[in-house]
C-alpha cells in the first residue's frame, strides 16, 4: 500500500472486483428476496432453465447452469419433491424429458415479481447514479 501525504492511497480500480462486489451485492438482495418463495437464485436459475427448455435433458442443464450433472440431478429431485417439476422419462436409461409443473410455473411466476423488484431496488430511478448506468449499460449489451 503507498501512501500519500501520511495517508493511504485509494485502491487501484479493478473492473473484475468492481463488478464481482456489485453482483454478490445483488446474489444476496435476490436471495433475501427469493427466500419467502423457498427459492435461492441457483434454484430460480434452475427452475427457469427447465421452464424455457420443456424436455431439457440433465445433461444440458448442467451445462446451461455451470455445475455437474450430478448436482443438476439432486437440484431436480428436490423442484420434483416440491411438485415444481416432473420428469416424464418412460424408463430408466432413456433420455430425460423435465418439464415445469403448473405449480411451478405459479412460482416461476411470483420470483420473476421478487426479482423485478431487486432490479428496480438495485438499478431503478432510486438507485445509486452509478449503479443506475451500470444498468442501463447491462440491458444496452444485452438488448440487441
Known sequence: ????????????????????????????????????????????????????VPGVSF?????MSGITVQS????????????????????AGSASAIEVTAEGARLLERAQAAVAEVDERMFGPAADPIQRQVGDAVRAAFSA
Not at 15 to 36: Q, Y
Not at 59 to 63: F, M
Not at 74 to 87: E, N, P, S, Y
Open 72 to 91: 443438476v440431478h439432486a437440484a431436480v429431485k428436490a423442484l420434483a419433491a416440491a411438485g415444481l417439476v416432473r420428469d416424464n422419462t418412460a424408463r
Open 59 to 63: 445433461s444440458d442443464l448442467a451445462r
Open 1 to 52: 500500500m503507498s501512501f500519500e501525504n501520511g495517508r493511504p492511497a485509494p485502491p487501484v480500480t479493478s473492473t473484475s472486483i468492481i463488478v464481482l462486489t456489485l453482483a454478490r451485492r445483488i446474489e444476496t438482495e435476490l436471495n433475501a428476496a427469493l427466500a419467502p418463495l423457498d427459492l435461492t437464485v441457483s434454484r430460480l436459475g434452475l427452475l427457469g432453465h427447465i421452464a424455457a
